[in-house]
């Protein structure tokens, strides 16, 4: 069973993620001048509906799209100067292992007694080509040929609307939504994303309340 995370806990945590962010920043920014972006936590972490199981040894994670600057045309392989950047910046924090994944360069604080994760974080390197934020490319590791290339995901805001309305227009249904969230993610038996889930929560609400 899945239980939320007070955000006493894991605030000084995300503090301590930003922090080593804002490190690989100024690293990046003394290699190149031009090497510059921006960081926004994305997903669960941001509508603070962090969760993780119950007595569980996968802990809970944070994930942030970092945004690099538009007017240049970035080579995929800028990625491995992140990773290079991020293996420096987490010396010195709970942070003691790293991993270069498919979509993301991911962080994490594992128990040195027991191998147990507690606390996580994935970064995304992404890009946005088109002004009206419709979609951006993100950087993709093809591990069979071993090189990166940029891909496209869409970015669906039909939700924000509804979300949106929901909160205008009913005090208090951020708690009906929360309760509708974790009821998902404790019969998540097809194994979807958290960011679906949600959108999913979203939706039952809403469509409850048309009814």
């Keep these: 069973m899945y239980e939320f995370v007070s955000k006493r806990e894991y605030g000084p945590i995300r503090d ?124 993709r590791l093809n591990k069979h040929v071993n090189c990166y290339t940029w891909e496209i995901r869409n970015v669906s805001r039909l939700n924000d609307k509804k979300l949106n309305w929901l909160r205008e227009n009913y005090d208090g249904i951020w708690n009906d939504i929360r309760a509708e969230y974790l009821k998902l993610k404790n019969n998540n038996i097809q194994n979807k994303h958290s960011f679906i889930l949600f959108h999913e929560a979203v939706n039952n609400i809403y469509n409850q309340i048309e009814q």
Excluded at 121 to 135: A, H, M, Q
């Design 16 to 139: 301590e993620i930003e922090y080593v962010i804002k490190k690989v920043q100024r690293k990046l920014k003394k290699q190149d001048r031009d090497l510059t972006f921006q960081f926004r936590l994305i997903g669960s972490g941001s509508r603070h509906l962090i969760t993780r199981i119950k007595g569980g040894n996968a802990g809970y994670d944070f994930d942030y799209n970092l945004i690099l600057n538009a007017g240049f045309s970035w080579k995929a392989e800028i990625r491995d100067d992140f990773f290079q950047a991020f293996q420096e910046a987490i010396g010195g924090t709970r942070f003691n292992t790293i991993e270069n994944s498919t979509s993301v360069i991911t962080i994490k604080q594992v128990s040195t007694k027991n191998k147990r994760v507690i606390v996580g974080c994935d970064f995304s390197i992404v890009y946005y080509p088109d002004d009206d934020f419709k979609y951006y490319e993100y950087v």
